[in-house]
T-cell receptor, first 113, second 112 residues
Framework: NAGVTQTPKFQVLKTGQSMTLQCAQD?????MYWYRQDPGMGLRLIYY???????DKGEVPNGYNVSRLNKREFSLRLESAAPSQTSVYFC????????????FGPGTRLTVT | EDQVTQSPEALRLQEGESSSLNCSYT??????LFWYRQDPGKGPEFLFT???AGEEKEKERLKATLTKKESFLHITAPKPEDSATYLC?????????????FGKGTKLSVKP
């Protein structure tokens, strides 16, 4: 039982490049989330998917897109990376959106130069 | 506006020196309050959920309590392996689309 997994663990991009962060969970959870964590800012929600087939914007969605591929997988895409997107990205899942605890993956450390 | 504030930002303790971390919140209504532990370079690890004032949860040297305006994470006789950043989060019942609001965390260092 791996919980929440994320790939890659580290990534360096040049400004303007694109990439997709992958996330998968094996807990049969309905809801999945993408956060970013910056020094002094705490965790901020980028996008979430309350259930398979739905996605919604969180607090800081600009510059990102998401896809809920199936119940297990939720990806985050940066179409044209900017230095302001340098951050650590965490994926999380919960049994239901708005109820109960969320479980987090190990994170992806992204640097945009 | 829903808000979560954690204090202190950093706390240094000697091994065995008990203390408490504070999480104060301002929300329209509380569905739940959560404590997480985060080690450097890792994702947050779930510790406790508290739902109503007066509730307490314990795990090893940690005890979380909840009042109507704040939560405390009490650490009894800490060990160096308790060193980590402790995050508090709340689920407001109104607004914020029902998603978690996180505090900025308290970085705990326990010296042997």
């Amino acid at each position: 039982n791996a919980g929440v997994t994320q790939t890659p663990k580290f990534q360096v991009l040049k400004t303007g490049q694109s990439m997709t962060l992958q996330c998968a969970q094996d807990m049969n959870h309905n809801s999945m989330y993408w956060y970013r964590q910056d020094p002094g800012m705490g965790l901020r929600l980028i996008y979430y998917s309350a259930s398979e087939g739905t996605t919604d914007k969180g607090e800081v969605p600009n510059g990102y897109n998401v896809s809920r591929l199936n119940k297990r997988e939720f990806s985050l895409r940066l179409e044209s990376a900017a230095p302001s997107q340098t951050s650590v990205y965490f994926c999380a899942s919960s049994a239901r959106q708005g109820v109960g605890e969320q479980y987090f993956g190990p994170g992806t450390r992204l640097t945009v130069t | 506006e829903d808000q979560v504030t954690q204090s202190p930002e950093a706390l240094r303790l000697q091994e065995g020196e008990s203390s408490s971390l504070n999480c104060s919140y301002t929300v329209s209504g509380l569905r739940g309050l959560f404590w997480y532990r985060q080690d450097p370079g890792k994702g947050p690890e779930f510790l406790f959920t508290l739902y109503s004032a007066g509730e307490e949860k314990e795990k090893e040297r940690l005890k979380a309590t909840l009042t109507k305006k704040e939560s405390f994470l009490h650490i009894t006789a800490p060990k160096p392996e308790d060193s980590a950043t402790y995050l508090c989060a709340v689920h407001p019942s109104g607004g914020s689309q029902g998603n978690l609001i996180f505090g900025k965390g308290t970085k705990l260092s326990v010296k042997p």
